[in-house]
Nanobody
Framework: QVQLVESGGGLVQVGGSLRLSCAAS????????MGWFRQAPGKEREFVAA????????ATSDSVKGRFTISRDNAKSTMYLQMNSLKPEDTAVYYC???????????????????WGQGTQVTVSS
């Protein structure tokens, strides 16, 4: 069992940056594949980025590629999402998620993730 708590969301202007954090409880964090998803009002939850347990492999969606970077610090049981060059269409609630399967390739599908945080709001104003 792992509990996830996101932080770092807020209001930012177009072109600005934010860094989201996802703090995990439990000593098994280092074995979990971790991911970021987001959900905008009236839209389905969508994949943003994911990282394998070792950090050796990452994946990002085409919509954020080159602007967002996912990383993790297993010693701190924390995952990050550095978001640069933010656009209005990035406005959403951002969720972190954990997949207990020790994959070598990050999972892109939400159903693969068993544990979810409560979400943090990111609003990009134009």
């Amino acid at each position: 069992q792992v509990q996830l708590v996101e932080s770092g969301g807020g209001l930012v202007q177009v072109g600005g940056s934010l860094r989201l954090s996802c703090a995990a409880s439990g000593r098994t964090f280092r074995t979990y594949t971790m991911g970021w998803f987001r959900q905008a009002p009236g839209k389905e939850r969508e994949f943003v980025a994911a990282i394998t347990w070792s950090g050796g492999s990452t994946a990002t969606s085409d919509s954020v590629k080159g602007r967002f970077t996912i990383s993790r610090d297993n010693a701190k049981s924390t995952m990050y999402l550095q978001m640069n060059s933010l656009k209005p269409e990035d406005t959403a609630v951002y969720y972190c998620a954990a997949d207990s399967e020790r994959t070598v390739i990050p999972d892109l599908e939400a159903p693969s993730y068993e544990y979810w945080g409560q979400g943090t709001q990111v609003t990009v104003s134009s």
